[in-house]
């Protein structure tokens, strides 16, 4: 078993809708909680971290975590073409500074 | 924003050939960079870890004698992937944590897409 997973998608929504991502974990040992956007043949560029439960918003992101749980989310309002990406939730464990990440979910937003 | 550079962005070259990537923090330093590879449609797997004046960590089934990674000061690492063969064909994509802000603010290059014929 995966120590995170995400599903891959696609996520196919209308413009202007929510988009909603998730991703569940297996360790508790993981305190920050990232979130990237990857287009087709870049590389992935940060978007939001989390440090332990809780929300966090950036303009029209945002960032869930419930540690609880082990789940965490990202939602995307108001949504354009342009977020048309790979979404990919990461990790990093107490004390370390490896990424552990989701497969990734692939998101089409459809003018 | 913190910016990562990758180059080259693009290489081809012939089964047997040794491939140099760059990987420079432009605008901070960076004590440890990671490496990973990405096939089409999956996520990225790390390879190694590349650390500023001492050996890189290597991820288990990583051989470290075809991936050899330098890191020769606080803002560049270099892997060079040695004799290589078409499955080495891949994206390859550096990060790295800008050392006075965190671990968590990661920053990634723009890869690059080696193709071996």
């Known amino acids: 078993q995966k120590e995170v997973e995400q599903d891959p998608g696609p996520l196919s929504v209308p413009e202007g809708a929510i988009v909603s991502l998730n991703c569940t974990y297996s360790?508790?040992?993981?305190?920050?909680f990232m979130w990237y956007r990857q287009y087709s043949r870049k590389g992935p560029e940060l978007l939001m971290y989390t440090y332990s439960s809780g929300n966090k918003e950036d303009g029209r992101f945002t960032a869930q975590v419930d540690k609880s749980s082990k789940y965490i989310s990202l939602f995307i309002r108001d949504s354009q073409p342009s977020d048309s990406a790979t979404y990919l939730c990461?990790?990093?464990?107490?004390?370390?500074?490896?990424?552990?990440f989701g497969g990734g979910t692939r998101v089409l937003v459809k003018p | 924003g913190a910016v990562v550079s990758q180059h080259p962005s693009r290489v081809i070259c012939k089964s047997g050939t040794s491939v140099k990537i760059e990987c420079r923090s432009l605008d901070f330093q960076a004590t440890t960079m990671f490496w990973y590879r990405q096939f089409p449609k999956q996520s990225l797997m790390l390879m190694a870890t590349s650390n500023e004046g001492s050996k890189a960590t290597y991820e288990q089934g990583v051989e470290k004698d075809k991936f050899l990674i330098n890191h020769a000061s606080l803002t560049l690492s270099t892997l060079t992937v040695t004799s290589a063969h078409p499955e080495d064909s891949s994206f390859y994509i550096c990060?790295?944590?800008?050392?006075?802000?965190?671990?968590?603010?990661?920053?990634f290059g723009p890869g690059t897409r080696l193709t071996v014929t």
């Open positions: 990060s790295a944590p800008n050392r006075d802000r965190g671990v968590h603010e990661q920053y």
């Open positions: 990461a990790m990093i464990k107490a004390a370390g500074n490896k990424l552990t």
């Open positions: 360790n508790s040992a993981f305190q920050y």
